[in-house]
């Protein structure tokens, strides 16, 4: 089976139905926390979610969410701009021949994530963190915006391993 990509188009009506925050119990789509950013500049975390459709698969169409909650300001929640998604906290995305979707972040495009549903129905992302295989949990970046350009100092990954549940912790330098 073919890769699917999935498109532009579909994330923004995925981003716009997710809003919603529809219960799949009810027989409708919902959406399921997957990790976070957070950064050194301030206190507001970018959120990913799954979009699930009503049986509770992913959803072909626009299967990821993300969004800001603004804790440095009163805590809402904003949409990411286009500048952000487009450089630093959008994605590219498609399906594998299992079902998994396979995430690139734009600006950590370097790791592959996978993001699938476990028997036990769980919604998971995958990362490889220290060289294993680990439930990611978390992306710090620890950044300078003292220049024209941000300056990434390192990005830290914070996972669990997935097949002994340790804490898993990663630093890379760029």
Not at 57 to 84: I, K, Q, S
Request: aromatic share 8%; net charge positive.
């Amino acid at each position: 089976m073919q890769a699917v990509p999935v498109t532009r188009r579909a994330l923004l009506v995925g981003a716009a139905l997710g809003s919603l925050g529809l219960d799949a119990r009810a027989g409708t789509s919902s959406n399921v926390p997957l990790f976070v950013i957070t950064r050194s500049k301030n206190a507001n975390v970018v959120h990913y979610e799954a979009h699930l459709t009503p049986s509770g698969a992913l959803d072909p169409a626009h299967p990821l969410l993300a969004y800001w909650v603004m804790r440095a300001e009163d805590g809402r929640r904003e949409g990411l701009t286009w500048f952000e998604e487009k450089l630093a906290y959008g994605w590219s995305a498609s399906f594998d021949a299992r079902g998994e979707l396979l995430v690139r972040l734009r600006a950590f495009s370097g790791r592959e994530l996978r993001v699938f549903r476990e028997k036990t129905g769980q919604v998971r992302t995958l990362a490889r963190i220290v060289g294993r295989s680990a439930v990611l949990e978390r992306i710090h970046v620890a950044s300078d915006d003292r220049g024209l350009t941000p300056t990434v100092h390192y990005v830290e990954l914070f996972g669990t391993g997935r097949n002994d549940g340790r804490r898993v912790t990663e630093r890379i330098v760029p």
